[in-house]
């Protein structure tokens, strides 16, 4: 008689992302009856509280249905990312959503199963997992781009689904390679299977690589990598700017925390994706930065900078996991920050959701100056200049990739932040030089909300800068990261 | 009395913070604010000097990523430190007199004052690289808000330049430590722990090519005209973005410790370089006809001396470049203002106005002062300067000294010409009065050139201060 075993489900790990779907639930139902900044404020509560669930089971590693999601302190940490993300879109969006016309309950809801989503994939312990949160999150995020309801926004939706999901095809399909490879689906399972390769034939080696380029391919649509990345322009520039916060920041932490969780700990001493990665890396840092360098519009250019960032982003996976990781866990957190306040000021700024031209933001300074000095701060970090904390993002990726061998990437990232350079400063310079013509943004724009976000990002990006310590002791320690490998 | 290791962090903090206070200060009381902390700031550089170096303060910083905040004012990092603090203190000076409403170009020039005392106490390499880009940022701004008509392809031209050069030696710093396998990025640990074999020649290159667009040498100078041409015509901040030319004491104090194979190994092609910027520029400063440009050019020729000295790792010529690279700062920037003097009074930057000696003598004469000391004229510190590069190099290079020497004579050519068409010659019918000095205008131009003759004719307390800086320094190179 085969004894019936109660399926392992610890519910405290589960917490911040329960709290979080409860948020999204209330949002789907509520939505009937209370307007949609009730359910805003509603949202960023259970926010608040499952970042603050998460402080609760910090350094306890605890998990839940047998492995498969696992709490420890690198989920926590990236889960952080990910809840400032989301707080920054929320707050900006009580603001601008009615501006661009996506006011309705439904836009909270899907953009809270999109985030039960990314936690989901931050927190999970296998590819089922894994892809489970991917498909919710890439979902969501579909719904989210069209919800405007313009030629653009359903272009740009309709852009994102067909590609998403030759993305995520091609993804189940290296999960499948990989499970016949290994026998297994749980990352620390195949970690232990890939860190000795000698119980691998030399048939499965091949498989393993194989699945492992495919699972590359497969994020590389999500992160936007080089050859992947075609749709995120038209995506970005073409969907209401909040919900280009929300792609550019959350979603894009969320794909890197999987892959970091998959390239990171279970494929990490698999033969072949490294060698892969960095030649995507390169292509990335190359032509995201030079396309960036050639956009007339601001919203289209950050759009093309998200792609740019995607490659100094990249560079942290191909350094050894403790020192990857640890980078890769400090400059997503600010590149959240620098990423969301930044577009936070176009969303309050801009007249129409094509954004505005490079050219109008000449004088923005003497219109609006506190968030022409806050834009400018935060394209000053994102151009990598110190005393900002994009520096030591940067300085953490080169590091990462340096030490590991790759010393010419980095050499190649030091080229390429050039370009960055200049198509930032351009119009961070711009918005100092006096202007007389007529002002060509919404005059109305600086909303306590939006102010409140901008204020939080600048102050993030300017402590964390002078005191990197402030977050990087946290993600620092090695024993994080290398628990991710297995180790 | 207070521990002198804690002022460097006070004199380079307190611009920065002085900038901060301008904004919330009264529009009426800004100009004396400015120049109240930028009078402290100097009087702590004196403070320190006084008290004999300030000795280095190290903190660890980032502990999990080896960088320290290591902070040390003594020898030639004091003097340049101390003659950055008076230059500010000048052209705050003139920026309150010139520009109306200048709240935002005190700030600017109090910010920069930060980064630029930063770049020279700093005794941690990333220290180093955040405070040589944060001197950058008040820069680029002014000449965004300052500066002329094609001021944003100057700019573009500026930041893309210092940025290409700054950031691959930011790959050089972080294979410095990681190679050399250095606990720290503190000066003092990454030399015990040095890096040896091709790619110390490989980083010194990365570390190279920062410096060389800062000091600027050719090729890698096409920014600097641009720069200058472009910017506001009372050259103010001319005088910041000359005492932003740190090339050649960044080359001195953490290149030639840290790779002492590679700067003897490439001794000869750079010191050749060197000398080619400086005959180089000359000539096509005698070919300028707008006053910016020609000081642009004028201002690169003294940095490929500067170069020349720091290149041939001689004591004399190094010690030489050091005493040049400070005291060309005076008369440099002084002859900026008061080439914006000129343009305040005729609206013109043309070096062929003529006749403005007879009406305005005193500006005259004090810029004819300034140019004697800007060509090595005896008695005037330039010409210390100078003589020992060509002395030291003699040594090194006996060709390549002859042909840095001929420069002296171009500059005289070059300098003497523009001078001549602009103040002397026929003033042009119906041409405006021209008003001499007034007010604070005497100081502008007076203080620089006083200091300037003070240390030419009297160079010992700046040699005894520079020297064994310059020794401890070369002694890496082990018995040169």
Known sequence: ?487 | MFDPQWLPTIMIFLPLLGSLLIFVTPNRWRDEMAGFIAAVTLGLGLMIWYAGGSGLLSLNWIPALGITYSVELSGVSLALAMVTAFMSFIAVLYAARRIPNPGTMLALILAMETGLLGIFAARDLILFYVFFEDALLPSLLMLAIYGKAHRMRALVKFAAYTLFGSLLMLVSIIGVRYLGGSPTFALVDLKQHLVTGPAQTWLYLGFLTAMAVKLPLWPLHAWLPDFHEQNHDSGIPDVMGTLYKVGGYGLFTFAIPLFPDASLELRPILMGLAAFTALYSAWVAFGQKDWKRLMAYAGLSHMGFVALGVFSLNETAVIGAMYLLAFQNLYTGALFLSVGMVQERIGSLDTRVGGLMTSAGALGGLTMALWFASIAVPGFAGFIGEFSVLLGAYQVSPWLAFVAGITTIAAAAYALTAFQTTFWQARPLGGVVVRDLVHTEWLILGLPLAVAIFFGVYSAPALNLMQPAVRSVLSALGGN
């Open chain 1, 1 to 487: 008689m085969p004894q019936l075993v109660a399926p392992d489900v610890a519910l405290l790990p589960l917490l911040p992302i329960l709290l979080v779907l409860t948020g999204a639930l209330i949002s789907t139902l509520l939505g009937f009856w209370v307007g949609r900044r009730v359910l805003t404020v509603i949202n960023i509560v259970t926010v608040v509280l499952s970042g603050a669930s998460m402080m609760l089971v910090w350094n306890r590693n605890l998990t839940s249905f047998a492995g498969g999601l696992q709490a420890d302190n690198a989920a926590i940490l990236l889960g952080l990312t990910i809840l400032v993300g989301t707080l920054m879109t929320l707050l900006v969006s009580l603001d601008t959503a009615w501006r661009e016309r996506v006011s309705f309950p439904e836009f909270d809801a899907m953009m809270m199963y999109a985030v039960t989503g990314c936690l989901l994939i931050v927190f999970s312990g296998d590819l089922i997992v894994m892809l489970i949160g991917l498909e919710i999150m890439s979902l969501a995020g579909y719904v989210l781009a069209t919800f405007q309801g313009s030629r653009r926004a359903e272009e740009s939706g309709l852009k994102y689904f067909l590609l998403g999901a030759v993305g995520s095809a091609i993804l189940i399909y290296g999960i499948a390679f990989v499970y016949g490879a290994t026998g297994s689906l749980n990352y620390a399972a195949i970690a232990a299977k890939v860190g000795s390769v000698s119980n691998l034939t030399p048939d499965n080696v091949g498989i393993l690589v194989g699945g492992s380029l495919l699972l590359l391919a497969g994020f590389g649509f999500k992160i936007a990598l080089v050859p992947f990345h075609q749709w995120t322009p038209d995506v970005y520039s073409g969907t209401s700017t909040t919900t280009f916060l929300f792609l550019s920041t959350v979603v894009k932490v969320a794909a890197f925390a999987g892959m970091l969780r998959v390239f990171g700990g279970a494929l990490t001493d698999a033969p072949g994706w490294a060698s892969v990665l960095q030649v995507l890396t390169a292509a990335t840092l190359i032509i995201g930065n030079t396309a960036a360098l050639l956009q007339t519009n601001f919203k289209r250019m950050m759009a093309y900078s998200a792609v740019a960032h995607t490659g100094f982003l990249a560079m942290c996976l191909l350094g050894t996991p403790e020192l990857g990781g640890a980078a890769l866990g400090y400059y997503l957190l600010v590149y959240t920050l620098m990423t969301g306040a930044a577009l936070a000021v176009l969303a309050a700024l801009q007249r129409t959701e094509a954004g505005f031209e490079i050219s109008d933001m000449r004088g923005l300074y003497y219109r609006h100056p506190a968030y022409a000095i806050a834009l400018s701060v935060c394209l000053a970090s994102l151009a990598g200049l110190p005393p900002f904390a994009g520096f030591f993002g940067k300085y953490l990726a080169f590091q990462a990739a340096f030490q590991n061998g790759y010393v010419w990437i980095s050499v190649l990232a030091a080229v390429t932040s050039v370009a960055a350079l200049i198509y930032y400063l351009r119009p961070a310079m711009l918005m100092f030089m006096p202007d007389r013509t007529p002002a060509r943004e919404y005059l109305h724009g600086q909303r306590s909300p939006t102010t409140f976000t901008v204020g939080l990002g600048v102050a993030g990006i300017t402590v964390l800068g002078i005191l990197p310590n402030v977050w990087y002791s946290w993600v620092a320690n090695p024993a994080i990261w290398q628990f991710l490998a297995g180790r």
